[in-house]
């Protein structure tokens, strides 16, 4: 672990004038913000991350769930993950996000951990987290030894020549079927990020995973108001049954009338390069029976385009199964 | 530290969910049989 200056900012304007004189928000920033610390501390005594200052915005008044005016919900970048998977009104209109969160970590992370902090979380590629092993993601133009290694766990979708590794965060998956705003405040002032713009595909450029440059604070996330009637589910499947991460996970949004499907919103978690919502999978259910034979026929649509490593051909079939399973369970809940 | 925390929480009242607020330590032994009864046994005084 490199030895690091730790700040306390005042507010919000002391904290985005500091991070600014980061070269980087991205891999190799030299200031980073601190929320619970479980990726960043982690990371820092693996050396993976280097910053000369840290930044502790815990204080600052970013950790409230507010109910909009239109119906909407506010959450605060320092929510507690543990906070907003348990507030009673997650529970009820948007569950999804509440499962997501609670089959992520464990309780103790879940108590630390922040929402702007799940937002940012890296990879699990055990390439990345091994500075002995070259990675273009830690150290650009280093190589993926993880396209010819141990790729078990890393990418079926949205991955690159230089980059295969996965999205770690199941809270990202909910909030990607939820299609949450992320609101963000920079030294040009605030800007409102569509959640399907906010990560980024490696592309040749895997370290830069966000949209963020250096000074942008994440304050909050919004959600639009609760679809009426919706049903919803988040499954996870994994190697253990608690305290892993997704090998495939299904985000699933669905309203059902008359037997006939009239909205769906679906996002795969343990499979992409970022957090990966279907469209084309929602487009398919649209107007279909809420039945198996059209759950399966969207399955096989959202995972047409996958793309398996050398060891993960398995994930296409098991991340079909986890879907058809969602939406079986949310179309009978 | 796990098991005070639970008590706590909001933790689901079957065993599972016990299990569950009980994962995260570096041992599964965190969640043997005696130790989720011991833990159900005091809940239940409570």
Redesign the interface.
Known sequence: MHIFEFVRPKDSAAAIAAAAQSKSAQQGADVRFMGGGTTLIDLMKLNVETPARVLDINRLPLDKIELMPDGGLKIGATVRN?DLA?HAKVQQDYSVLSQAILQG?????R?MATVGGNLLQRTRCVYFRDTAMPCNKREPGTGCPAITGHNRTLAIFGASEHCIATNPSDMCVGLAALEATIHVQGTKGSRAVAFADFHLLPGNTPHRETVLEAGDLITHVTLPPPVTGSKQVYLKLRDR???EFALSSAAVVLAVASGKITRARIALGGVGTKPWRSPEAEAALIGKPANDASFRQAAEVALRNARPQSENKFKIELAKRCLTHALRTAATS | M?AV??LK??CGSDDAAV???M???ICRCGAYANIVDAIQQVRKRE
């Open positions: 543990s348990y970590a464990s309780a103790q992370i108590n049954a608690s305290y | 796990s925390a639970l929480e909001p299990k569950e607020l994962s995260g330590n």
